[in-house]
Each structure stands twice: as structure tokens, then as C-alpha cells.
């Protein structure tokens, strides 16, 4: 199986920064790489596929790069609505998720 | 507007079996894959199947490959886990989801409020 990591597993961040989460897997997945949001008690959601593609109704200061083994998630500008977990995940090969980041308030 | 609704989660034994149902509405079921993932209270998310629009092509996570078995019931709108041979460290909720397009296998466009499974004695 493919392994994910993700880095930082937590940040604190304020209203207005520009935050970067990093997901790494352990081969090349080409671009296959979505990215999720979870708020807590809630269900996933997605934001991001095919390693840059904005899922529809995601908004636009969420965007996503890279290709390989290498990816990044980046909130141009956080919200208050934006503190919450964020997951990677590899459809290259039978799925596997990131351990997840964990956005909260400084 | 899609929507999933699972069941069929609650309390049982190691060793035991639980039947979980997911019933899908919104869209043509027929046409999407749809998969079950898991997340242990407090942790991470955790993919563990999925199954094609017609039901004959299934994959499984390591972890529960010979004791989970997905299938689908496309008259009915409805996909299945079956969990047999049940062990605490299946202990979780069970979301069920649907492929974001028709097209794709792996990523989850749309998911459902997700039903508990405890396994203890």
C-alpha cells in the first residue's frame, strides 16, 4: 500500500494568514491527490481532487500543487470556518488517507 | 440533492457481526462507485472499500480484507458492508460515500452522516 504523511500534524494560525500543508506519499501517485476538510463532528468534505482541481462550492482561497510525491494544500487567506482538520488522500492505488492536519486559532 | 443515510450501527461483541446499509438518494446510484470509510473516535480517517457502479469489481483495506465484504443492491439504491469476525479496533464510525464524478474511483465527492460500530464486551 501507498503510505501518506502529512506535515505539520498541527498548526496554529490566525485570521488572514496564508497557511501551507504538506502531504507526502511513499511512491510517485502522478496527481492523483485530493485533499478534505473535517470541522468537528462533522463529515469530510471535499475541497480539492486531481491534486488542484477545486471541488464545486469549495472556495477560492483554498488551492493545491505538486505532483510526484509532493503536494500542498494552501489557504490563501484563512477564515474563521477554516479551523478544522485537513486529510490528503491517494487515489492512485486503492485509497489511503494522510494522518490529517489540524488547523486551530493562535 | 444527494443524500446517504447509513444504519445498521450499534454494540457488539468481539467476535460478532454487524450488517451496515447505506441508503442513497439524489442521484443515479447505478452509475457511481461508492465506498465505506472509517474514523476511530478521536483519530484519523481510514479508507475500507469501495465497490464499481455494477458491483463486480470490490477492493478492500489490509485490515479488513476476509472479514468485510461490500456489495450493493442497485434496484434498491442501497450499498452494504458486511463485518464479520469483529474486533475492537474496529471500533469506529462508518461513513458511506460516493465517488465525486462517474468517473472516479477513489476520491469521495459526497459523504453520509456516518453510523457507530462499538465492538466490546
Known amino acids: 500500500d501507498i503510505q501518506m504523511t502529512q506535515s505539520p500534524s498541527s498548526l496554529s494560525a490566525s485570521v488572514g494568514d496564508r497557511v501551507t500543508i504538506t502531504c507526502r506519499a511513499s511512491q510517485s501517485i502522478s496527481t492523483y491527490l485530493s485533499w478534505y476538510q473535517q470541522r468537528p463532528g462533522k463529515a469530510p468534505n471535499l475541497l480539492i481532487y486531481a491534486t488542484s482541481t477545486l471541488q464545486s462550492g469549495a472556495p477560492s482561497r483554498f488551492s493545491g500543487s505538486g505532483s510526484g510525491t509532493d503536494f500542498t494544500l494552501t489557504i490563501s487567506s484563512l477564515q474563521p470556518e477554516d479551523f478544522a482538520t485537513y486529510f490528503c488522500?491517494?487515489?492512485?492505488?486503492?485509497?489511503?488517507f494522510g494522518p490529517g492536519t489540524k488547523v486551530d486559532i493562535k | 440533492e444527494v443524500q446517504l443515510v447509513e444504519s445498521g450501527g450499534g454494540l457488539v461483541q468481539p467476535g460478532g457481526s454487524l450488517r451496515l446499509s447505506c441508503a442513497a438518494s439524489?442521484?443515479?446510484?447505478?452509475?457511481?462507485?461508492m465506498h465505506w470509510v472509517r474514523q476511530a473516535p478521536g483519530k484519523g480517517l481510514v479508507w475500507v472499500s469501495r465497490?464499481?457502479?455494477?458491483?463486480?469489481?470490490?477492493n478492500y483495506a489490509d485490515s479488513v480484507k476476509g472479514r468485510f465484504t461490500i456489495s450493493r443492491d442497485n434496484a434498491k439504491d442501497t450499498l452494504f458492508l458486511q463485518m464479520n469476525s469483529l474486533r475492537a479496533e474496529d471500533t469506529a464510525v462508518f461513513y458511506c460515500?460516493?465517488?465525486?464524478?462517474?468517473?472516479?474511483?477513489?476520491?469521495?465527492?459526497?459523504w453520509g452522516q456516518g453510523t457507530l460500530v462499538t465492538v466490546s464486551s
Open positions: 460515500a460516493r465517488g465525486v464524478n462517474i468517473a472516479a474511483t477513489g476520491t469521495v465527492g459526497y
Open positions: 439524489g442521484f443515479t446510484f447505478s452509475s457511481y462507485w
Open positions: 465497490i464499481n457502479s455494477d458491483g463486480s469489481t470490490t
Open positions: 488522500q491517494q487515489t492512485y492505488t486503492t485509497p489511503t
